[in-house]
Structures are given as C-alpha cells and as structure tokens.
C-alpha cells in the first residue's frame, strides 16, 4: 500500500504517506460537512465558521496561534467546499508537534467570542464583496444555482449578505455542534514523518473528542433546463454553459477526465482552438467537472464581447454536439492520456498535493489509488467508453449562469430548443 490508514476508538481517522527524501509535510483536518448541511438560518456557517476558527479558541488568542505558525515559517489556511472543510498547514518535519497541537485546538475548543464574531462578519461580507465584483465567480455562482435548482448543493457557499449579517455566536456555534466531532474527521498527513508518530500525535490532541456519527441529505438532483442571468453593463459576457454532471463514485470519472482534456482542457483542446485560436472570439475558453456525492455538474466557461454572445454558445453547443454524436479520434485520447500522465507524475511530487488527495478520498469514501494506479485506469479507457460518457452527458438538459447586459429570455433558447445528431 502506498498509504497508511487508522481509526482511533472515538472515531477520528488518520491517514498518512510517507515521503523521506523531503524534509517538510502536509497536514490537513478534513470535516466531513460543507454548505449543503447547513440549515436554513446558517446559510453560509460553514464558510464561516472556517473563518471564526482562526480567531482563536478557549486558550488561545488568534495572534497567539498566528504567531506560533509565523515562528516555525509554517504556512496555515483553509478552504471550504459544498460537502468538506479543510484546515491544513505546511512545515518542517520537526515542526508536526506544533502543528498538530495549534490544530488540534481550534477545531475542538472555539471560543465564539461575540465582538471577534462581529468583526470577522465584515471580513466575510467584504469576500462576498470581492466575489461579486468578479463576473467569472458571479457567473459560475449563477450557473451553479441554475444546474442544481432545488437541492442542496443549490446554496452558495459563501452565503449571502443577508445571512451573515444576521449570524450570531449561537449559529455558528450550533452549526459546530451539530457537523464537528471525531466520526467527521480526517487527519491526513504526507510527508516526512512516521505513521506511528502521526497516530499517537493525533491520539495526543484529537483522542478525547466527542463521537457523534456523521449524517448528510444525499438525494438525486432534478436537472430541467434553466439560464439564471446576471445583468451587468460589463465589456464581456460571461456564459458557463453546462448540465448535470457524474457522482464521484461513478467509474466512468477517468473517461469523463480525458473527454473533458479533449473538448475544453488546454491549448490544443477542440474550444479552444475553433473559439480563441481560429476565430479569436474569447481569451477564456475551457471545460470542467464537478463530482459530488450523489450528483455532478459538468460545464464550459468562456467569456467574449457581447455581440459575439450567441455566436459563442452556438459553436460550443455545436462542438458538445459533434462529440455526442461522433465520439472523439484515436490522436486526441492519447494526447488526453499523456496530458493526464505529466499532470499526475507532476502532483505526486508534491506533499500538499499527496495530502489532499488523501484527504479528499478518505473523507468522501472514496477508493485510495496509486499514481500508478490511477495511470493504468486512464490507460485501460477506450474510445468506446469515451463515446458512451460524452452521448450521456451532452444530451442532458443544459443550463446557462450567465453575467452580462442581457435578460435570461435572451439565452433561453440556446437551452431549450431540441438538439439531435450531428
């Protein structure tokens, strides 16, 4: 095995991998719980509480912890998703101790001290602020909403301004009662360091937590076609046109991979050549995938003066539609292979890249592969089977998250008309 893996009696789960010609590490405290478990008064809790933990905890001040990951040049942060949290830090393989202990403390004794809640508001309303400023994030935002209309994984994740604003210590503080405890935790560590040493660390500062069991809302999502429009007076319109995608578990994910390298996934992908290099219509042209637990979403984002609009729609509606039909060409799956090989091989070099990676499959329930085990995967996919994903997915209702000056009744038609072979 490349990895090791144990479960401590009160639930918490350590996996590691290690890496003994680096001298540093990675270490991130994944929680099972994102934005979809929120309830209806914590919309945006989850984000954040990601935020509130860095304010410190019962025994120590938020300059307190700041200053101990400064005094080791230790790197600290953390992200928020729909369904997972992470807190992770970067340091020299001496400093683990530390880091766990700083760790340790925030997650499982916060302090939700009522002003460092008020001021840390601004600052989540100020990144709000920042989002809505960009149109690329405004759009995807859109597009998510329009893609999951109705489901949980409809909600933002950083909230809104009316739902922070309203938050209190109680909310956040019930939120963090309700999705943090030890059967939602993962420790996943890669780099220079022992197992043995990173289990009994863990038992240290994560072994008397409480064990409550871990509960979602997974359900089917209900995908009609749909364009949520933002109208702004911006010098592009920013159009991510997409449909449901595939579950994270779904094993046609690494045909999906090299399908999604081909049609949108670098320079010489079919969009961007016929949109950027051909026609000149867009600087941005790419596709992606979102997997989830129980759904997906699969999309193209490009943005383009707005009178090129419909004429870009249309060309990427044609490509999906040609690719549907017809498949793709022995050349481009194994350009797409060998793009996924260099990508991997990349990655694998890295401790926080192998951290996350770890982290992420545990915490999803997710099968632990090999770099090469991962690179026989997409070897094994054939044009068949990339045939077979692209006349699924891109025959799906599509839906349109859109910024720019125009209504949703202008673009309805380029998601509602009926698409047939091409």
């Known amino acids: 095995m490349h990895y090791s893996l144990t479960t401590l009696d009160n639930g918490?789960?350590?996996?590691?991998?290690?890496?003994?010609?680096?001298?540093?590490?990675?270490?991130?405290?994944?929680?099972?719980?994102?934005?979809?478990?929120?309830?209806?008064?914590?919309?945006?809790?989850?984000?954040?509480?990601?935020?509130?933990?860095?304010?410190?905890?019962?025994r120590l001040s938020a300059r307190e912890i700041a200053e101990a990951f400064d005094?080791?040049?230790?790197?600290?942060?953390?992200?928020?998703?729909?369904?997972?949290?992470?807190?992770?830090?970067?340091?020299?393989?001496?400093?683990?101790?530390?880091?766990?202990?700083?760790?340790?403390?925030?997650?499982?004794?916060?302090?939700?001290r009522p002003h460092e809640v008020d001021s840390e508001k601004h600052v989540v309303l100020e990144e709000i602020n920042m989002n809505?400023?960009?149109?690329?994030?405004?759009?995807?935002?859109?597009?998510?909403?329009?893609v999951w209309h109705g489901?949980?994984?409809?909600?933002?994740?950083?909230?809104?301004?009316?739902?922070?604003?309203?938050?209190?210590?109680?909310?956040?503080?019930?939120?963090?009662?309700?999705?943090?405890?030890?059967?939602?935790?993962?420790?996943?560590?890669?780099?220079?360091?022992?197992?043995?040493?990173?289990?009994?660390?863990?038992q240290e500062h994560f072994g008397d937590w409480h064990q409550d069991e871990p509960t979602h809302n997974?359900?089917?999502?209900?995908?009609?076609?749909?364009v949520n429009m933002r109208r702004r007076d911006t010098e592009q319109t920013h159009l991510v046109l997409g449909c449901?995608?595939?579950?994270?578990g779904d094993d046609r994910r690494f045909a999906l991979g090299?399908?999604?390298?081909?049609?949108?996934?670098?320079?010489?992908s079919r969009l961007f050549r016929e949109i950027r290099e051909e026609r000149g219509l867009a600087y941005a042209v790419y596709a992606f995938s979102y997997p989830h637990a129980d759904t997906g979403a699969y999309g193209v984002y490009v943005?383009?003066?707005?009178?090129?609009?419909?004429?870009?729609?249309?060309?990427?509606?044609?490509?999906?539609?040609?690719?549907?039909?017809?498949?793709?060409?022995p050349e481009e799956l194994d350009r797409s292979k060998g793009h996924v090989q260099g990508a991997l091989a990349l990655s694998s070099e890295d401790p926080n890249g192998r951290m996350n990676r770890l982290g992420r499959r545990e915490i999803n329930g997710q099968e632990h592969l090999s770099v090469d085990e991962m690179l026989a995967r997409y070897e094994a996919v054939t044009l068949e089977e990339i045939s077979e994903v692209a006349a699924d997915l891109y025959r799906r209702p599509r839906v349109i998250g859109a910024v720019g000056p125009f209504e949703a009744s202008d673009l309805e038609h380029h998601v509602s008309e009926e698409r047939g072979a091409t």
Not at 13 to 38: F, H, K
Not at 81 to 92: P, Q
Not at 309 to 314: C, G, K
């Open 12 to 58: 918490v789960r350590v996996i590691s991998e290690t890496m003994p010609e680096v001298r540093s590490l990675a270490v991130g405290c994944w929680v099972d719980t994102g934005t979809r478990d929120e309830l209806p008064n914590e919309a945006g809790a989850a984000h954040f509480l990601e935020h509130q933990l860095f304010k410190g905890s019962e």
């Open 71 to 112: 005094a080791v040049g230790a790197r600290s942060n953390a992200f928020t998703s729909k369904e997972e949290t992470c807190y992770w830090a970067r340091m020299r393989d001496d400093d683990l101790p530390l880091g766990m202990e700083l760790l340790g403390e925030m997650l499982q004794r916060p302090a939700f």
């Open 132 to 146: 809505e400023d960009d149109p690329t994030d405004v759009a995807y935002e859109e597009f998510m909403a329009a």
């Open 151 to 202: 489901h949980d994984l409809e909600r933002p994740v950083l909230g809104t301004r009316e739902s922070i604003a309203a938050m209190t210590p109680d909310d956040l503080r019930g939120y963090w009662g309700r999705r943090y405890h030890a059967k939602n935790l993962v420790v996943a560590v890669a780099g220079n360091a022992t197992h043995d040493d990173i289990v009994a660390l863990t």
């Open 218 to 226: 997974h359900q089917p999502a209900e995908i009609s076609s749909r």
């Open 244 to 248: 449901e995608g595939i579950p994270r």
């Open 258 to 268: 090299l399908l999604n390298h081909v049609v949108g996934g670098g320079m010489s």
């Open 303 to 329: 943005g383009t003066t707005p009178t090129n609009t419909h004429t870009v729609i249309d060309l990427v509606k044609d490509e999906l539609d040609k690719v549907a039909a017809h498949g793709i060409t």
